[in-house]
């Protein structure tokens, strides 16, 4: 008899967690994450204080609301977390990430590429006479488009930074 | 980042990090550290030698100096400490430090490291203690620069001993031991948001909480070791909301005795090995009252038939227990004593409801007799029945209050069954874990907590032997630890589980080869004692509680005997073997591979 195994409607949320900069936290956070089997889609990192001492994580997962919530309550047991937000539970927010794609070509295909490129309003940041490198920002489900249509114009590779998030309004999270 | 830091010759009044870790034990009111030296500790050492105000207590293996200071702790409520040198002095401490973890118990363990210069280039006896403690610490730190010591010792005690307890481990390289700080800086990341367990809870979730109980006709306290952790004002407390409400209670095995087992509303520890009558009532309960454990899988048995038809409140101190496996209907953020305290003032002058109807289905599924075994065994009917052994054991030591602590196994299953608790902090056992080897070393600590108590490591052939090395520990601190072995020549539990699921298989379950234990007693300066017939069993016991010094009481016992009842794994609580149910068989692959 195949073995069961529980299944519940997957569901994206975005954790924004702010922490004391110190060493070994990140280590924390990504084994406790394999540790107990969660998902990280994407997650960034960096200190976000004049003096250095606080780091802002944003972490994008995956996973039924059961587990959504152990990973929150996970995280808050870590002594050097201050706080977690769920951004997606939170209301309306903010979500962007960078990318830097390099597309090689020549011939009507480049000319096509610089076209779509001031479409996204993606912005061409290295040249040569055969490749552009561009960079993009904006929302996660822009940027994949972007990408997508480079893919027949000569994509040759691309660096994603993970998102990073923010509740709309005038509350800090 | 590094201070500024010279020589201690130049400066005789100011402190090396060594010393200034002395201090910091002292501070905290350390009176014993359960460690074992080597070259990266060297010289904090070198600080211990001759100050009086802290007793090192040399283990034989760092293994059984995490587990004596888990007995300490369990024993006394204060934090264990360890001290023990990098590499294998840390690695060889990890057991006992997961442990800790799994049953929150309070330790803190300092780790030597190689000299700062050094980590990372895979340098002698170098280890990443921090990178494989992470998951099985509280906390940790690695304590680069002198001037930061004093502040994190403070912190690591903090953390050990406050919210959910747990171990934390410091890890000091040798240069930061022997540099001594021109200052000494507060933690940078101390504050509110750094580290805030919450212990009073919300006054609606507590109004809640006791409407709930009152409108409750069949009620159910289910504690755990939280109540215990709490401390026994904790216990006291718990004991005062069941005389006001008249619920039955059952606990987990970590929190026997928070609860007196002679009290006729006690209902034996629930779970795989717990009575029919907790299981039972745990299964038909209308109201379920989570005091401080964590609806372990031992517990719970199979989920989807988990007391289908209760509403759940689940007190805790760590947000992450509730709703982790079983979703309640109140989730309580708190500490179990100030929350029990506060159930009780607000339950005020209420008469609770009359639990007779309830009381009474109780009574039926506790004439089931789910604890009586057979008088004799079938393949040797001459032999001490293990459950007769728990039993005259207790019988014959209750008066004292004994401390008993286990190994892991059935002899474990039997102490809890048989061994009637009355007060907390009085059984220390290894739960989450379930470490074979943590009886003797936890028997150690918890006689040096409590130096006039009896103390009686209820033990197997086989668990007893994995830190048998800590005999010699006893011996040198002239401590009076008994050993009471129940030996059946067989890894029971592993043979017990080999002929419900492996039609009786008995793979590299039997213990050959065993030593002479009396011998090895003797080896060691201990006193030796055989029991080998029920008419010697009391004289042994006897002679055990009346020598002065050390005693190991090899008892042989039936080798057929299975720890009963039962819940089988994947199996609800309904579904219980007892005993006189045939237990040799076979199952289907999903239940083998649940554990």
Known sequence: MPMKIAEAASERHVLAVTVD????????????????????????????????????????????????????????????????????????????????????????????????????????????????????????????????????????????????????????? | MTAPTSPASDNPTAMSGAAILVEGLIEQGVEFVFGYPGGAVLPIYDELFGDERIRHILVRHEAGAAHAAEGYARATGKPGVVLVTSGPGATNAI???????????????????????LIGTDAFQEADTIGITRHCTKHNYLVKDPADLAATIKEAFLIATTGRPGPVVIDIPKNVQIAVPSERRALVRAGAHRYAPQTVAPAEHIIEAVEMIAQAER?????????????????????????????????????????????????????????????????????????????????TGRLDAFSPDSKKIHIDIDRSSINKTVPVDLGILGDCGTVLGQMIEAWGSRQAKNLGEWKARIAGWRARECLAYPERSTKNPGMIMPQKAVERLHALTHQR??????????????????????????????????????????????QLGHPDALVIDIAGEASIQMNIQELGTASQYRLPVKIFILNNEYMGMVRQWQELTYESRYS????????????????????????????????????????PGPVIVDCLVAQDANCLPMIPSGAAHTDMLLYGDKVDGTMDDEAKALV
Request: hydrophobic content about 40%.
């Open chain 1, 21 to 173: 900069n110190e060493p070994g936290i990140l280590a924390k956070i990504t084994g406790l994450f394999t540790a107990r089997g969660y998902n990280i889609d994407s997650l960034t990192v960096a200190d976000i204080t004049e003096d250095h001492a606080v780091s802002r994580i944003t972490i994008v997962t995956n996973g039924p609301p059961s587990v959504i919530d152990q990973i929150e309550a996970q995280l808050e047991r870590l002594v050097p977390v201050h706080k977690v937000t769920d951004l997606t539970t939170a209301g309306p927010h903010v979500e962007r990430e960078l990318a830097l794609i390099k597309v090689a070509g020549v011939g009507e295909k480049r000319v096509e590429a610089l076209r779509l490129a001031d479409i996204f309003r993606a912005r061409p940041v290295d040249t040569t006479t055969e490749s552009f490198i561009f960079e993009i920002t904006g929302p996660p489900d822009k940027v994949d488009s972007f990408i997508a249509l480079m893919r027949e114009l000569g994509l040759v590779e691309v660096g994603r930074t993970g998102i990073v998030g923010m509740m709309r309004g005038a509350q800090g999270a």
């Open chain 2, 95 to 117: 057991t006992g430090i997961a442990d800790a973890w799994m049953d929150s118990i309070p330790m803190v363990v300092i780790t030597g490291q190689v000299p700062t210069a």
């Open chain 2, 219 to 299: 009620p159910i306290f289910y504690t755990g070791g939280g109540v215990i952790n709490s401390g026994p004002e904790a216990s006291a407390l718990l004991r005062r909301l069941q005389d006001i409400t008249g619920a039955p209670v059952t606990s987990t095995l970590m929190g026997l005795g928070a609860f007196p087992s002679t009290h006729p509303d006690w209902l034996g520890m629930l779970g795989m090995h717990g009575t029919y009558e907790a299981n039972m009532a745990m299964n038909k309960c209308d109201v379920m009252v989570c005091i401080g454990a964590r609806f372990d899988d031992r517990v």
């Open chain 2, 401 to 446: 209050k004994p401390i008993i602590t286990t190994e892991v196994g059935q002899h474990q299953m039997w102490a809890a069954q048989y061994f009637g608790f009355e007060d907390p902090n009085k059984w220390l056992t290894s739960g989450g874990l379930g470490t074979m080897g943590y009886g003797l070393p936890a028997a150690i600590g918890a």
């Open chain 2, 508 to 547: 590299n379950s039997y213990s050959d080869s065993l030593p002479d234990f009396v011998k090895l007693a003797e080896a060691y300066g201990w006193k030796g004692i055989r029991i080998t017939e029920e008419r010697e069993l009391d004289d042994g016991i006897m002679r055990m509680l009346d020598h």
